[in-house]
């Protein structure tokens, strides 16, 4: 089976922090996706990636960041934390490159992020 | 538990009926669609897809139907069971675009 391990369950930082989520695939996913979920707005993409050092802007990019340096892991990074970006966060990873979205993705258990 | 929704459409079903969860999806030129339960304080988990060359596809004890001239899509579980009690989105994907566009969710709740 497919593994997608989010780093951190629930996280609580303060306003102004620099956040790093970290996400790890075990089943040499070509493509690997940050979500953001909150209630009544469903999931929103963040930003994704088809290759190591590539990434593309999803929906709301805004006040994130991504790094992919290495295959199997991809960091998103809220460059300076707000409380509009409490939410929980979704990792996802997909295996081919051509159209990554056109196939299964797989999602770890998600990281619920507090910004105070 | 976690909530993903606070007011989902909620369907309600007795443990041993069948369930049928409906999605109607936006975009005429989707050409592959997915479905996903989400079990509270869990992330999504990948219930079966279907893409727009097909009618009907089974798995275990799911079906996946697309009506692609109404833009409708179903998922059918057979003798619903207690730990099939989970919000269940759908998601389309439409050519040309590079994403996946989630629909809301429905909350199944499975009664003995």
């Known amino acids: 089976d497919v593994k997608v391990t989010q780093s951190s369950r629930y996280l609580v930082k303060r306003t102004g922090e620099k956040v790093f989520l970290e996400c790890v695939q075990d089943m040499d996913h070509e493509n690997m996706f940050w979500y953001r979920q909150d209630p009544g707005l469903g999931l929103r993409l963040i930003y994704f990636s088809y290759d190591v050092k590539m990434k593309e802007k999803g929906d709301i990019p805004e006040g994130y960041s991504v790094s992919r340096e290495k295959k199997e892991r991809f960091s998103l990074i809220l460059e300076s934390a707000s409380t509009n970006q409490t939410s929980m966060y979704l990792c996802?990873?997909?295996?081919?490159?051509?159209?990554?979205?056109?196939?299964?993705?797989?999602f770890g258990d998600g990281t619920r992020l507090s910004i105070l | 538990g976690e909530s993903v929704g606070l007011h989902l459409p909620t369907l309600s079903v007795q443990e041993g009926d069948n369930s049928i969860i409906n999605c109607a999806y936006s975009?005429?030129?989707?050409?592959?669609f997915i479905w996903y339960k989400q079990e509270s304080g869990k992330g999504p988990q990948f219930i079966i897809d279907i893409r727009s060359n097909m009618d009907k596809r089974q798995g275990q004890r799911v079906t996946v139907l697309l009506n692609k001239t109404v833009k409708h899509l179903s998922l059918q579980i057979a003798a619903t069971q207690p730990g099939d009690s989970a919000v269940y989105f759908c998601a389309e994907s439409p050519r040309g675009y590079n994403k996946l566009i989630f629909g809301a969710g429905t909350r199944l709740a499975v009664h003995p």
């Open positions: 996802a990873s997909s295996l081919k490159r051509d159209r990554p979205h056109n196939q299964p993705q797989h």
């Open positions: 975009n005429s030129a989707s050409d592959y």
